[in-house]
């Protein structure tokens, strides 16, 4: 079994920054993608960032591009998601993922490909 567990949310400011980080726990943490999808209310859960098991490689969804960047951290089995530039319409709760697979960082943009997720953390951007 696999535990992810977000953080760092919170309410910030239009343009302002927020860091938040995933924790999973498992020995095979470095075998994982993770991924960061977010749901806003009243709307469907959406992909924001992904990344592949080495590291080499990332995804992000056209309405976070040049904003938010994904990273992680083996050593600490954590992954970040910086966002910054933050705008109305980023506020949602955001969800952290883990995919037991090493597939095609773009393919990873469905929530299905994903096997266990964090309860969630709200960010709400305000005018």
């Known amino acids: 079994q696999v535990e992810v567990v977000e953080s760092g949310g919170g309410l910030v400011q239009v343009g302002g920054s927020l860091r938040l980080s995933c924790a999973a726990s498992g020995r095979i943490f470095s075998s994982y993608t993770m991924g960061w999808f977010r749901q806003a209310p009243g709307k469907e859960r959406e992909f924001v960032a992904a990344?592949?098991?080495?590291?080499?490689?990332?995804s992000y969804a056209d309405s976070v591009k040049g904003r938010f960047t994904i990273s992680r951290d083996n050593a600490k089995n954590t992954v970040f998601l910086q966002m910054n530039s933050l705008k109305p319409e980023d506020t949602a709760v955001y969800y952290c993922?883990?995919?037991?697979?090493?597939?095609?960082?773009?393919?990873?943009?469905?929530?299905?490909?994903?096997?266990?997720w964090g309860q969630g953390t709200q960010v709400t951007v305000s005018s």
């Open positions: 990344i592949s098991w080495s590291d080499s490689s990332t």
């Open positions: 993922a883990a995919a037991l697979v090493r597939d095609n960082i773009a393919t990873m943009t469905k929530s299905y490909r994903y096997n266990y």
